[in-house]
């Protein structure tokens, strides 16, 4: 296993207002570091294999919504957005379940920086089933849910509608209406709290491994994405 640290691979989903972490003072050893590292669980928070907050906690993983947006820096024009950390036993089957409202056919959008976190590749699949999608994208949980190098968004191939799975793990869901996503998570057990700050806004590390590599190709390959 890998951990990665650097500002590419830590930059947070569009939505996300990035709040600048306070520069460590007094750097670990190692013995505390591999203990933090090894922490996985906060409270009833669990977190995937993917990412690690830093050893100082100045963000602390919990669960949560809360609601943001997305403004076009060329155009000004602002998009809804919802996001969300569930914790690890529950984040597939609310990441699936998010789907749902984006009918029976959708776009995907698989991204890596496996190679390189600042050279990341994309690559799209149009016109697949949803529920085609759903059945493959069981096979490869641990990929979606384990990897800090994977990231994952499925699209309504006509409406402005769009879920992500990102690299830190969080759903991020882009929609001019945001209610029917808002049930689906209230429903997985998910409250709404504004001041919520997530993972992705304080010093992190993420993780991978080389069998995510190899995972990842063999999902692209299966899907068809390029």
Known sequence: MRFLDDPAAAAPAPALRAISA???TI???????EAHLARSRYGRFTLTEAVRPGWQLDVVPQAGFRHDAYVDPRTGARMPAVIAAASSEELFATFLDLLEPLGDSCDVVLESSHDSAHDRRELTREGVERLVLESMLWEYEDLLLND???SIAVMHPELSLEVQLDEHKLLVVY???????ERILRGRGLERNDRIRFISQGEHLHTSHARHARQFEELAGRLGAC
């Open 148 to 150: 800090g190098c994977t």
């Open 22 to 24: 306070p520069e460590p």
């Open 175 to 181: 929609a001019q209406s945001r209610l029917p996503f």
């Open 27 to 33: 750097a670990p050893d190692r013995a505390t570091m």
